[in-house]
């Protein structure tokens, strides 16, 4: 079948049922490929296209860039709207627009923003800068320098966040050499810095410098609170330490319930237990 050329400058439809709308040093190389307008642009994969912009390239089948400036749509059935320098490399990826971000695997999607990566597949990252969402499944709403490395990890925005734990969730919060970690498996931490949920189901609410290490652990606040024994909990307060089973520290600072002391509870300042069942 005959090839089409509308217009434009120097444009080349160069394969069978390729068509050329306008702009100038257009290229459709691929069959059933279609460049409306824009320059030096090369549609190459079979039925892919192209809106406009320059120097935007499609490889992969059925894949389609919009526009922009140096965008690769690489994976098959891959999108990129706009934006610059942006790859979509995965089977049917997703690239909205911003400026060098990478969707590498299936179905993985990259709504803006600059410099961020999709790796995963299903991985989604909504922008914000240097965001890195590797595992798969895995979603980043914004915030700068994120990473959500496993399964089902989710982190909703802030500053060098690193939520390792498979489901595990971070809301936001961290800092330059102050980042949030969850590497327990659905373990969770709502905001603050420099916060550590290190066993399955911990939690951490909110604060500076907690960290949870017990099964199902809870530290809701405060600052230097460890709760370490499995659903031991600290409510708040500052330095506080929990090792027993099913114990809490309430408040204050510098309490200690000891290792064995389960079921215990303090409240005060500078208090530490002295056996099991106590309050």
């Excluded at 050329?5 to 080349?12: D, S």
């Excluded at 969707?103 to 299903?122: E, F």
């Excluded at 027993?244 to 215990?264: E, Q, V, W, Y």
């Amino acid at each position: 079948a005959a090839a089409f050329t509308g217009g434009g400058k120097c444009n080349q439809a160069l394969s069978a049922c390729s068509a050329m709308g306008g702009g100038g040093y257009n290229k459709s190389c691929g069959v059933y490929t279609s460049i409306v307008g824009g320059k030096k642009n090369c549609a190459t994969g079979v039925c892919s296209f192209i809106g406009g912009g320059y120097y935007n390239r499609t490889y992969g089948a059925h894949s389609t860039v919009g526009g922009g400036y140096t965008n690769r749509a690489k994976g098959d059935r891959s999108f990129i709207g706009g934006g610059q320098n942006n790859q979509a490399c995965g089977v049917r990826s997703f690239i909205g627009g911003g400026t060098t971000n990478l969707a590498k695997c299936r179905h993985s999607n990259i709504v803006g923003g600059y410099y961020n990566y999709a790796c995963g597949d299903y991985a989604s990252v909504g922008g914000g800068v240097a965001n890195h969402a590797i595992g798969n499944i895995s979603f980043i709403g914004n915030g700068n320098g994120n990473r959500a490395l496993s399964l089902n990890s989710v982190i909703g925005g802030g500053h060098a966040n690193y939520a390792c734990g498979a489901c595990s969730f971070i809301g936001g919060g961290g800092g330059q050499y102050k980042s949030n970690i969850t590497r327990g498996i659905l373990s969770v931490i709502g905001g603050g810095t420099k916060n550590k949920a290190l066993s399955s189901e911990d939690f951490i609410g909110g604060g500076f410098c907690n960290t949870t290490a017990g099964s199902a652990a809870v530290v809701a606040g405060g600052c230097f609170n460890h709760a370490y024994g499995t659903t031991s909990s600290v409510v708040g307060g500052c330095c506080n330490n929990n090792y027993g089973l099913c114990s809490s520290i309430l408040g204050g600072a510098s309490n200690r319930i000891n290792p064995g002391h389960d079921s215990s509870f303090i409240i005060g300042t500078s208090l530490s237990s002295n056996a099991a069942c106590t309050t």
